[in-house]
């Protein structure tokens, strides 16, 4: 079955959970070359349009790892019945050994592919603890030959790139021995391109020249604190409220309804990274002392380097401390895991190290996972990414449902849909416009749709999309069953000609836009000294931890973990427990529809202009707030104590 399609003919594991995936039943296609098995769709997709500019040096070592297929179709159904409330098997968790045994490859299947590595020379050849993948180090020389394939150099680009290493990948489809072929989902740590980062600050990606005549608009403390005038109208009008500083623990806590009674305690929450940052903790400290917030304590604090920690830089470095912070803020009581995957491993670096990084909170002690939420602050490619990243991703998201693990994803920064988020195992985060008033009150939450138009030469000029949830219909996922008859046909409809009603993205959000986006704590450390500053960000790289910060809040003193909320979620529709985020429309107060932001803030002064629902703004790809279900808020926001106990009911 081809990944691009989905068939209207659902399988025996949709049947039970609702869900397809094209092309995880197989991606080995006939191969001209005997004894060979192409591995179908397994190039990086930038390799389709950029240029390349060498092969990459036969001398260099990487480390390579063949991920193996686990039965899928059992697990699956397993993960589902686990994952749903009034199943018989509802939190029946296995234990990562007991999932390995049960669902996982065989060590037949991983004695083979350690045979084959090693007779082509690979060297440091192992499988994980439970049989995820077989690791393996050598010679680009020995990986072209191996896998029949060339390793180029690419020339990179802002948005594909591979941070401090030269960009590569596979030029030619992998090729495996025809017999390892049905033990094989797909072979990682041959591209290198960067993961993106769901983060944002409240500047413009337009280039200018700046006004040394500009005016100075302060920035607000809470929505709505100071307003001004500008000139030309935009939108309009010529008043306008600025742009929020960034809005601190206490406004979060009491928009969200967070309490020093459900803290998350006992509660283990891990936080996935790409390297490590330095002096994190610390950090955390001055950042809980200026918040008000209680110090945290340095027993529930703990790093897990798969690498060597902050040695070749974090890229990272600004997504940790959002993630460690905000997740602090709604779970002070929790332990906090931070997993860094290997920077400092060319071979690993990008989805690989974060693969890892995940695969090490699923295989723990192997009688537990080592946390019961994960949160994932990361997106790899939109939904044209190879199809063995699809399977490689699924296959471990099902083994996170099937042992308990909550998987939170940032849904994305702009209009769209990105994975892992819209694998239906994940519990996809979207982003919400929120105005927090002076005494911490929800003024109005919105879907994060906000288009900027910037001043120049006393014109306002239009640039479209500044920022978005990512979401909306897939193209690779039936509709879960724990969505049917809750999103509307309309959000549902499959892309293109295709038959079937599909996945549709987020399930939840959060706060997300940089314009009213979060004040987070920063150390800048240099020779001479060390500094604290707060800086605001913005994308739904705040809204995914924050959300997981909630449930592992709501996870305190409640006999088993929550694991996938996902049919929880659905099943809250319209309750209580979540706020409904709605549209703004023109009867809303014009004081919540957009605001204006100076040039020393945001490096041009412009204005922005919230809930933007149209296909005139550029970027904008059909994306709706709506009451209800929508796919910008999903089923809506967390609404404090009554989330919490809402899980927990249904927990």
């Known amino acids: 079955m081809s990944k691009r399609k989905l068939a209207c003919a659902i399988s025996a594991v949709a049947l039970t959970s609702g869900l397809t995936l094209a092309g995880a039943t197989g991606v080995a296609a006939a191969s001209p070359h005997p004894g060979l098995s192409v591995l179908s769709e397994s ?19 990487l480390t390579i790892q063949v991920w193996l297929k686990p039965r899928l ?19 029946h968790y296995l234990s990562p050994d007991a999932y390995a045994t049960r669902f996982g490859a065989t060590v037949k299947a991983a004695t083979a592919v350690e045979k084959w590595l090693r007779g082509q020379g690979f060297t440091g050849v192992h499988a994980s603890g439970q049989r995820a993948y077989v690791r393996a180090t050598g010679t680009v020389s020995a990986i072209d030959a191996a896998l029949h394939t060339t390793l180029k150099l690419y020339a990179g680009s802002t948005s594909v790139n591979a941070g401090p290493y030269q ?84 406004q979060f806590r009491a928009a969200y309804g967070a309490n020093f009674t459900n803290t998350g305690k006992g509660q283990t929450i891990a936080l996935i990274e790409l390297g490590l940052t330095q002096e994190m903790f610390q950090t955390l400290q001055d950042y809980a002392s200026h918040n008000d917030m209680p110090a945290p304590s340095p027993e529930r604090y703990e790093e897990l ?9 974090d890229d990272f470095y600004i997504e940790e401390q959002i993630d460690v912070e905000i997740s602090y803020d709604m779970a002070p009581g929790a332990n906090q895991l931070v997993v860094g995957g290997d920077s400092c491993n060319d071979g690993d670096y990008g989805l690989q190290g974060l693969f890892d990084a995940d695969i090490a909170v699923l295989g723990g002690n192997g009688i537990h996972p080592l946390a019961t939420a994960a949160s994932n602050s990361w997106e790899g490619y939109d939904e044209s990414q190879p199809a063995f990243l699809d399977n490689i991703e699924n296959s ?62 006393n014109q306002w000029l239009n640039f479209g999309e500044q920022g978005a949830a990512g979401g909306g219909p897939s193209l690779l996922w039936a509709q879960p069953r724990y969505q049917k008859g809750k999103v509307p046909r309309s959000l549902s409809v499959a892309p293109g000609n295709r038959g079937g009603l599909v996945r549709s993205v987020p399930d939840i959000s959060a706060d997300a836009d940089p314009y009213t986006g979060m004040a987070v704590g920063i150390l800048n450390i240099t020779t001479k000294k060390t500094t604290y500053v707060q800086e605001t960000y913005g994308g739904t790289s705040v809204a995914s931890p924050l959300v997981a910060g909630m449930v592992t809040a709501a996870q305190q003193g409640h006999k088993s973990a929550f694991g996938d909320i996902d049919p929880i979620l659905y099943r809250l529709l319209g309750t209580a427990a979540v706020n409904d985020t709605l549209p703004l429309t023109s009867a809303s107060p014009v004081l919540y529809r957009a605001i204006v932001c100076d040039q020393y803030t945001c490096g041009l002064e412009l204005a922005a202009e919230f809930d933007v629902q149209s296909y005139s703004m550029l970027g904008y790809t059909g994306q709706v707030t709506l009451k209800g279900y929508d796919n910008m808020t999903g089923v809506g926001t967390p609404n404090g104590q009554d989330f919490i106990a809402a899980l927990r009911r249904l927990g």
Not at 425 to 442: E, K, S, Y
């Open 43 to 61: 190039t990086a997709p930038f390799t389709a349009h950029s240029r390349a500019i060498g092969d990459v040096a036969g001398s260099q070592k």
């Open 73 to 91: 179709a059992a697990a699956q159904s397993y993960a589902t019945a686990v994952s749903t409330p009034g199943n018989r098997l509802y939190h």
């Open 167 to 250: 960009l590569r990948a596979n030029s030619t489809p992998v090729k495996v021995p025809a017999a390892l072929a049905p033990s094989v989902l797909g072979v990682t740590g041959l591209d290198n391109a960067a993961p993106i980062n769901p983060i944002i600050r409240p500047k413009t990606s337009i280039s200018g020249s700046a006004n040394s005549k500009a005016p100075h608009f302060p920035c607000s403390e809470y929505y709505g604190q100071h307003s001004v005038t500008v000139k030309p109208k935009v939108y309009g009008r010529t008043s306008f409220p600025t742009a929020v500083c960034g809005y601190d623990a206490r």
């Open 305 to 313: 380097s798969l690498g060597q920690g902050t040695t070749c830089g």
């Open 396 to 457: 471990y998201l099902i083994r996170a449902a099937a042992e308990g693990v909550g998987m939170y994803f940032s849904s994305g920064d702009g209009s769209g849909v990105e994975t892992p988020s819209s694998d239906p195992d994940a519990i996809a985060v979207g982003g919400t416009t929120l105005g927090i008033g002076a005494t911490g009150n929800r003024l109005f939450e919105t879907g994060w749709s906000t288009e900027a138009s910037v001043l120049s030469d």
